[in-house]
């Protein structure tokens, strides 16, 4: 007798997926009873597709309207407001890194939990496949030794027993009773086409699951690598690594929205199916399968026989009844007939294999196993498969918004490198105090000491305390601006400035310029030392 069945409850987020609105592309209302072939309701899940289409044309359009606020507003020139906007783009890029780990992060999840669903579905039709197919072998195989190699024995007995009435009749009603096992199984349902529907369904399946679950594996790796362009991008305050992570932006974007279209329509039509899978499959079914025969499996409770109980129970009563009467003949006739004994003794043993052929499909035919199968099957689409899908659908909203983050930050930080790259351009390549023309002296050493008037008053105190040399102090005009111009590289912007006479920097340089100079200062004024007064 079947046990109890296992009863099969749709999840919470299977019953809120289908109730969202199923609506047509002329926005008419479409039952959501799942129906695949069907036109409107195929419509009503492009609908969705189209939904996410539309939301990438709002995001695509407030990036344009942010995009060209922000290339024509008016920039503040001080410097905290650099600063205050260099700390605000790079806090942003990071959130928004950070956030798009963790969209992937979920996505990962999301992609195993629907290949686990996924596969778990294809083994439970590879395992009910395997039951159909021993069925039919059994049912053919049985019925073979009934047709052909019993009635070969059959007919060769008759032969030898044609002068004994009685055991003819006895031969008969053997023949009989094989008819009668044949006919019982002739009512058992051959399974060869929806094995076949079935091995076509998983092979499709199990296709289309490898690509989609190679294709996240890719998505994911891409996000990574835009993430980490960025990161570059912002670290070097490089030009072409920001541009191509903009591009890279709005691709990746592009994908976010077209992967929650198709993890959407999938998941709201795979909810369809989940609320109500019985329904779905007596109508697939029908013209194939008896509705009997397909409750038996899908339900499987005690309130429900089983449709091959009486056949089987007629099989069983004919092969008990073919055995007894084999075993008499052996018992009586085979005295009277020795070269009877050979025949009789091989249809005892056809009889035994039949009847062990009988218990094996009398457990294939129960429906405990099949439906095991088959709420196998149910669990792994329904929660895994389900859950991964709607992972998927959160980590698509999530790079989505960070990479709109990313595309926002973009612009600042181009200009950000912009003005930082302005802020030298009015200097001169031959001013000491521009720290490019200072990384530029490193690699080239001075080649000679350098002497000048201008800089006996630094570090040393003010230029009315201080005294030249004698003998040059006659001199000291045209040495002044002779050393200036050495020192300037004849330069005239520089020369005779009355603050280099001063011996003090430009009010407007920063403190370390300031400290730079007065090491170049400090230096030049090492040879005179020792003629200085004490």
Not at 36 to 62: D, H, K, M, T, W
Not at 321 to 331: D, E, N, R, S
Not at 464 to 471: G, Y
Request: overall charge negative; some cysteine.
């Amino acid at each position: 007798m079947p046990a109890a069945r296992v009863e099969y409850i749709a999840p919470w987020w299977v019953v809120w997926l289908h109730s969202v609105p199923h609506l047509g592309l002329r926005l008419q209302r479409v039952d959501s009873t799942f129906n695949p072939r069907e036109e409107s309701y195929q419509e009503s899940l492009l609908f969705l597709g189209l939904v996410a289409a539309v939301c990438l044309g709002l995001n695509l359009i407030f990036l344009v309207v942010y995009l060209v606020c922000v290339c024509c507003c008016r920039q503040d020139d001080t410097v905290q407001t650099k600063q205050r906007n260099s700390c605000c783009v790079t806090w942003t890029a990071v959130m928004a890194g950070l956030i798009c780990c963790a969209a992937v992060g979920v996505g990962f999840y999301g992609n195993s939990e629907t290949n686990d669903g996924v596969y778990q579905l294809i083994y439970s039709v590879e395992n009910a496949n395997h039951t159909f197919s021993a069925i039919d072998a059994l049912v053919s195989r049985t019925t073979q030794k009934m047709k052909v190699d019993l009635e070969q024995h059959l007919d060769r007995l008759s032969e030898i027993f044609a002068t004994r009435g009685d055991y003819i009749q006895t031969l008969k009603f053997v023949q009989q009773m094989a008819s009668s096992i044949i006919a019982q199984l002739s009512g058992v349902p051959v399974w060869r086409d929806v094995t076949a529907q079935l091995t076509e369904l998983a092979d499709q399946t199990g296709y289309v699951e490898y690509y989609r679950w190679l294709s996240y594996l890719l998505l994911f790796v891409l996000y990574l690598a835009i993430c980490l362009i960025a990161c570059l991008g912002l670290a070097k305050r490089s030009k072409c690594l920001l541009a191509l992570m903009l591009c890279c932006g709005m691709l990746a974007l592009l994908l976010s929205w077209t992967s929650l279209a198709a993890d959407t329509a999938a998941a709201v039509g795979t909810s369809d199916f989940c609320v109500a899978p019985d329904t779905f499959i007596l109508n697939m079914t029908e013209g194939q399968l008896s509705t009997e025969v397909t409750r038996y499996y899908l339900y499987c409770s005690q309130s429900v026989s089983s449709p091959f109980q009486q056949a089987l129970t007629t099989f069983q009563r004919s092969l008990t009844t073919m055995q007894i009467q084999v075993t008499g003949l052996l018992q009586f006739a085979v005295p009277l007939f020795p070269t009877a004994e050979k025949d009789l003794l091989r249809i005892q043993l056809l009889l035994n294999s039949t009847e062990s052929s009988l218990h094996q499909l009398t457990a294939l035919l129960d429906c405990r196993g099949l439906h095991k199968d088959y709420l196998d099957a149910l669990a792994g689409v329904c929660y895994d498969g389900i859950e991964g899908l709607l992972y998927l659908g959160l980590f698509s909203l999530l790079a989505a918004f960070a990479f709109s983050t990313m595309i926002c930050a973009g612009p600042r930080a181009w200009k950000h490198f912009t003005a930082r790259g302005r802020d030298y351009e009015d200097i001169d390549d031959d001013d000491p105090f521009n720290p490019q023309a200072r990384r530029i002296a490193a690699h080239n050493p001075p080649r000679g000491p350098l002497h000048s008037f201008c800089s006996y008053s630094s570090g040393l105190g003010s230029q009315t305390s201080l005294q030249p040399p004698a003998q040059t102090i006659s001199n000291a005009p045209v040495s002044e601006y002779m050393n200036q111009a050495m020192l300037f590289g004849g330069n005239p912007r520089y020369e005779n400035m009355p603050l280099i006479g001063r011996g003090s920097p430009p009010p407007t340089y920063s403190p370390s310029m300031r400290a730079t100079y007065l090491s170049v200062a400090d230096e030049h004024l090492w040879p005179y030392r020792n003629e200085l007064p004490a």
